[in-house]
């Protein structure tokens, strides 16, 4: 069989096609986004689900029955988890004429201060509010309809994520076969390291990311539970779930305790403590709980993981908001085993600590002679005696 030589363009002609490829990858994701987003939720789950599988399997287990028991527990635990906030959704309507009553308190005050640092009497504020409402009246029908599209598909998305992670489990070694002639130059073991890098990573930062959940709902409803808000389970744990939104999740969570708590209770100050509390925890988290859970396992410097976050949310939106991370973290495996990408995963990993500067003569005289020794070995290794 003969191998074509590979083509060496000059240095512009290559810079052109890997911006025109990178142009073309990023519009793909962005089209095929209805497709992708729920391959790659199932490619995590799936992960999160192979031990139990192969565990299953272990015991004799069919493969084909062992993948429908992983997904049946997968599926409880969804529908127990939307279950469990339905119900704390429903116990607010329990409190809602209260919640009224104090919002129309509020309008009351707002008008009244309007009206005193604005000039604007109360008869111009309610044509202006009666203005707005038939705005809002108009544009429900366009509402009604985008929020029933968007239950569709998430609906059509769980289905799908559900399929394809049955197909991950059941398959997962006729795809590896597939990866195994597709880069049929390369040995075996060099890619069954690819592969155990990728399933490593995406392992532990799965894991380590539901013990940061559970530790920063358990602070923050412990919070909750001081600062006397009603509902602090669920308030701790829905701005825990936040946490999926790195850098600013937690801080997005506190503004419906913070809400809730300004309308039902007549000191601003506690709304102010509640979102004290979550901004405290929140620092707390990105400083000590996250690095020393999760570790080093995702190692994205954080100008990398800012840059990743904007473009994958400018991508995917929201859902690629939380797979930025796992989602880096797995090119990055793919990167340090090419030779070829090694600098661009060098790029997005943690930064070496810089070398300390030498201050004196005395300190460079005592580094030398160990650098002096270190070329010498590698000038012995690489001289070739004469035969």
Request: with cysteine; charged share 15%; aromatic share 12%.
């Amino acid at each position: 069989m003969l191998r074509q030589s590979p083509i060496n363009l000059p240095y512009p002609a290559r810079l052109v096609c890997v911006l025109l490829s990178l142009v073309i990858i990023i519009y793909g994701l962005h089209t095929l986004s209805g497709l992708l987003i729920p391959l790659v939720f199932a490619i995590l789950f799936s992960v999160l689900l192979f031990p139990l599988a192969h565990r299953f399997e272990q015991w004799r287990m069919p493969r084909i029955l062992a993948s429908i028991v992983c997904l049946v527990f997968l599926l409880a635990f969804i529908v127990g988890l939307f279950y469990a906030v339905s119900l704390q959704i429903s116990s607010f309507s329990e409190v809602l004429p209260q919640l009224t009553e104090r919002a129309g308190q509020y309008v009351d005050k707002l008008q009244g201060m309007t009206k005193e640092y604005f000039h604007i009497n109360r008869q111009q504020q309610a044509v202006q509010a009666q203005k707005y409402a038939k705005q809002l009246l108009a544009e429900g029908g366009t509402i009604l309809r985008s929020t029933l599209e968007a239950t569709t598909s998430a609906l059509t998305n769980v289905f799908l994520v559900l399929l394809f992670t049955f197909f991950f489990l059941l398959y997962r070694d006729f795809f590896r076969s597939f990866f195994y002639k597709a880069f049929a130059d390369e040995k075996r073991s060099a890619i069954d390291v690819v592969f155990q890098g990728i399933y490593t990573v995406v392992k532990d930062y799965l894991a380590g990311l539901v013990l940061v959940i559970l530790i920063i709902g358990s602070l923050m409803t412990a919070g909750l539970f001081f600062l006397g808000v009603d509902y602090a389970v669920f308030f701790g744990f829905f701005g825990a779930c936040l946490v999926l939104i790195p850098y600013f999740g937690i801080s997005l969570g506190s503004l419906l305790p913070a809400a809730y708590t300004l309308v039902t209770q007549d000191n601003p100050l506690k709304a102010v403590a509640v979102v004290g509390l979550y901004l405290g925890v929140q620092m707390v988290e990105g400083n000590f709980i996250t690095p020393y859970v999760v570790g080093s396992k995702v190692s994205i410097n954080p100008l990398a993981a800012i840059v990743v976050l904007l473009l994958w949310e400018n991508i995917w939106g929201l859902p690629g908001l939380i797979l930025a991370l796992p989602l880096t973290a797995i090119l990055k495996v793919i990167f340090d085993a090419v030779e070829s990408l090694k600098p661009y995963g060098f790029l997005i990993g943690e930064a070496e600590k810089p070398r300390p500067p030498i201050k004196s003569l005395k300190q460079l005289a005592e580094q030398l002679p160990r650098r002096t020794k270190k070329i010498g070995q590698v000038e012995e290794k690489t001289v070739v005696t004469p035969t």
